[in-house]
């Protein structure tokens, strides 16, 4: 039986670097950042800073390199709080990076990433750490590890803890391994994932509504997908919509959908039902804004209390 209500993150840890520039330089053509700004980054430690952020206890299983980075982040994660006993370098690996450069007016970054140390993280270091998984109420699995990891840390999770819950994150959507989705509770998509199950470019809620459709079949439990304006949720036994879902944007644009993750997590390691640990990751979400770097900005407790006394958007299904 799971008891240990510390959400454990598996996946991707990287070095963050934001370039403020003028513009895109053309080829050889050298361009001045105005600033840059070193952050931890990547899904799973965004993710488990955020739940310490909205008041949990987080863990998490992964690799950085062997490196100046590596030790930073290292550094920087114990400091917020996190339990960083399964998090060990790779030697001679340097730790993943994600560059992202920004440009004035510029709605959307270019983002360039190179996995290093992520690339290395392999069931064997899944099986290694098995002891992670143990009596965990709730883990969250990144698809940004090899296909094969993904699975043995998805299959780790229901064996060590047989009455947990399996979150997964699963962008690329394209990489994951067919018998996965029927092994999680619930399903994360985002708009790319959206566009490559129906493959349309520029999917609509009618797309969205296909794709979850499609997961559904495909053997997952359920499937929820955070919206500009609402979210999407889809089981076996019906459709709800929360708010004014629109997917004609991007649906991860403020950088939110870990915060919406790390809150999803938290609301259901409450034992509250999906709606309304829905209702309450989307608030989160919604308050989250673009900070220095590449990380967002979390939402006070007071903020969100207030906001889900007094706003009636999520108060309707259908």
């Known amino acids: 039986m799971a008891e240990n ?3 454990l993150f598996v996946g991707n840890i990287d070095m963050g670097i934001s370039l403020e520039i003028e513009k895109i330089p053309g080829r050889w053509e050298a361009q001045r950042a105005t600033e840059a700004v070193y ?24 690799r950085v390199g062997d490196d100046d980075f590596g030790r930073r982040i290292l550094s920087d994660l ?16 340097p730790t993943g990076l994600v560059l992202l450069c920004r440009t004035p007016g510029d709605a959307a970054p270019h983002i ?19 002891g992670l ?36 994150d699963p962008s690329p959507i394209e990489s994951l391994p067919a018998e996965l989705l029927a092994q999680v509770d ?17 999917p609509t809620m009618g797309h969205a509504r296909l794709a979850l459709s499609r997961l559904l079949e495909q053997g997952a439990r359920a499937v929820v997908l955070k919206c500009e304006g609402g979210a999407l949720i889809a089981t076996a036994n019906e459709f709800i919509t929360l708010g004014e879902c629109d997917i004609s944007e991007a ?4 950088g939110d959908k870990d915060i919406f993750i790390a809150a999803l997590c938290m609301a259901l390691s409450q034992r509250q039902a999906l709606y309304p640990a829905v209702v309450y990751a989307r608030a989160a979400a919604m308050f989250s804004r673009a900070a220095r ?26």
């Open 133 to 168: 998984f143990a009596g965990r109420a709730m883990t969250v699995v990144v698809n940004q590890m090899p296909p094969e990891t993904v699975l043995a840390a998805v299959q780790t999770a229901r064996r060590q803890a047989p009455g947990g819950t399996v979150i997964l």
């Open 186 to 202: 619930v399903v994360l998509p985002d708009e790319w994932d959206i566009a490559h199950l129906t493959g349309c470019g520029t």
């Open 39 to 62: 952050t931890t980054d990547g899904r799973a430690s965004r993710q488990a800073v955020a739940a310490i952020g909205l008041g949990g206890r987080a863990a998490i299983l992964g």
């Open 293 to 318: 770097g590449i990380s967002a900005r979390l939402p006070t407790q007071r903020q969100l209390q207030n906001y889900l006394k007094k706003n009636p958007l999520f108060k309707s299904r259908g």
């Open 5 to 7: 209500d510390q959400i």
């Open 112 to 130: 360039i990433s190179s996995p290093g140390a992520n690339a290395q993280f392999g069931p064997d270091y899944v099986r290694q750490n098995s």
């Open 251 to 254: 649906v991860d644009k403020n």
């Open 78 to 93: 114990t400091a917020r709080g996190v339990d960083t006993a399964g998090l060990s370098p790779v030697p001679g690996s």
